[in-house]
């Protein structure tokens, strides 16, 4: 398959899960894919912008467009980050005589590998149940799965990308799509109820009797690990992409 992928990791991500971005890596060389990972890529912007700074964001999306502009595709383990730039860069850079080039090439990795490389098999096994975390960007932003309040058939691209995967048992918790309460500057302006729904949406997987939470966006496990870790709970946190590459 000849397309030029750069590979977009976004800072949390380096710093609390590094081995998400190697896992990336090694999952879209295995597809075939030609990838590259600039080295002195930067955030893209969404930390400030939602917390209405987005003046300070422009100066991080002529940077992030700049660094990325040679590639057929930029695909990041990060459905929110990716629907950041997808949605919000041709805005912060009309003022460029240029236009973005990366709002128009932008994907989450689930949905680069389910719609653009669209693999028959993986060589992945991962024997273990998972609950599947389908975080609110993803769903709504991005349709990686059907959101439950629309009267539209079910579908999950997730759980398509899974199917592949030798060993493992997929389940999803009741209220499958509700918030997990992370929400970025909602988990630092309302702590108490962001927690709350945490753990609500925690207990929720749980009661699947799954082994694992496995989402496409790390902020949302992040959020639930820490959870996860004060209380003691016997459930742990996976990015899909750790189990689509299990075993590179």
């Not at 992040?222 to 016997?234: E, V």
Request: glycine share 8%.
């Amino acid at each position: 398959m000849t397309m030029k992928v750069g590979l977009f990791i976004p800072c949390y991500i380096n710093a609390v899960y590094p081995q998400v971005g190697i896992a990336s890596y090694k999952l879209l060389r295995s597809l075939g894919v030609d990838v590259d990972y600039p080295l002195d890529q930067t955030c893209c912007g969404q930390p400030m912008a939602n917390a209405g700074f987005e003046n300070e964001a422009v100066d991080l999306a002529r940077r992030f467009d700049e660094q990325f502009k040679n590639y057929d595709y930029i695909v990041g383990p990060s459905a929110s980050c990716a629907v950041f730039v997808r949605d919000n860069y041709g805005r912060l850079l009309k003022e460029d005589k240029h236009r973005c080039a990366s709002e128009g090439k932008i994907y989450d990795i689930c949905e680069f590998i389910h719609d653009i490389v669209r693999p028959a098999s993986l060589k992945a096994r991962f024997p273990h149940k998972v609950s599947l975390q389908n975080s609110c960007h993803g769903v709504r932003l991005m349709k990686l799965s059907s959101a439950s309040e629309l009267n539209i058939p079910y579908f999950s691209k997730l759980r398509d990308l899974l199917s592949l995967v030798e060993g493992v048992e997929v389940v999803e918790p009741e209220r499958k799509d509700e918030c997990c309460g992370f929400g970025g500057m909602f988990a630092v302006e309302e702590d108490a109820v962001s927690v709350q729904m945490g753990h609500d949406k925690v207990m929720r997987h749980i009661a699947t009797g799954a082994e694992y939470i496995v989402g496409a966006d790390s902020s949302c496990l992040m959020h639930q690990n820490g959870i996860i870790a004060r209380d003691k709970l016997p459930i742990k946190t996976l990015h899909i992409v750790e189990i689509l590459a299990a075993g590179l």
